[in-house]
């Protein structure tokens, strides 16, 4: 899987689950954490291209997959085309 990026807060507990689902699964991934880099969710929208309302909001690579629940049904998507 291509590098995955996760936008969140350290305080949130669905950024926590992506995080540790990208770890259980050995994925390469990166956690910006938005208080500490200043990034506010109107910042990130303009990134992203679409309104932010909650976290995570989560890439893998340049696709935008969503939030946690997104990400956790991305990853059983590409495990079942794998396993196909």
């Given at each position: 899987m291509e590098p995955v990026t996760i936008y969140g807060r350290m305080s949130c507990g669905f950024c926590v689950r992506a995080r540790q689902l990208c770890?259980?699964?050995g994925?390469?991934?990166r956690f910006v954490?938005?208080?500490a880099e200043g990034i506010?969710?109107?910042d990130l929208s303009e990134t992203l291209g679409r309104p932010v309302v909650t976290?995570?909001?989560i890439l893998v690579g340049d696709e935008y997959v969503g939030g946690c629940?997104?990400?956790f049904a991305f990853v059983r998507q590409q495990?079942?085309?794998a396993g196909s």
């Open positions: 770890e259980v699964k994925y390469d991934y954490d938005m208080i506010s969710k109107g976290v995570p909001q629940d997104e990400f495990e079942a085309l």
